[in-house]
Nanobody
Framework: VQLQASGGGLVQAGGSLRLSCAAA????????MGWYRQAPGKQRELVAA???????NYADSAKGRFTISRDSAKNTVYLQMNSLKPEDTAVYYC?????????WGQGTEVTVSS
């Protein structure tokens, strides 16, 4: 299974970005798709996740600003990020979970300037 993430970039504070992550390969019954991020010198943290039935959960820092969605037919997960802040600067990684398996994308960099 390969995950291809895209959509990162440089944006000013208050701006928006939309991240996409497409999964390809031998994919069966994806239970959960999510986005994590890792800022320099910090641990990787969950930003948002969505289950196969559409249940979502968000980090407190993302609530009200970010929206996660998925297109199950395309095995793709999206993260719409609005009202971006400099503290959102990080490398964002997509993640998918199947029963007993977990896969990570290569990361896409998001930089928010003040």
């Amino acid at each position: 299974v390969q995950l291809q993430a895209s959509g990162g970039g440089l944006v000013q504070a208050g701006g928006s970005l939309r991240l996409s992550c497409a999964a390809a390969g031998s994919i069966f019954r994806i239970n959960r798709m999510g986005w994590y991020r890792q800022a320099p010198g910090k641990q990787r943290e969950l930003v948002a996740a969505i289950t196969s039935v559409g249940t979502t959960n968000y980090a407190d820092s993302a609530k009200g600003r970010f929206t996660i969605s998925r297109d199950s037919a395309k095995n793709t997960v999206y993260l719409q990020m609005n009202s971006l802040k400099p503290e959102d600067t990080a490398v964002y990684y997509c993640n998918i979970q199947q029963i007993g398996l977990e896969y990570w994308g290569q990361g896409t960099e998001v930089t928010v300037s003040s």
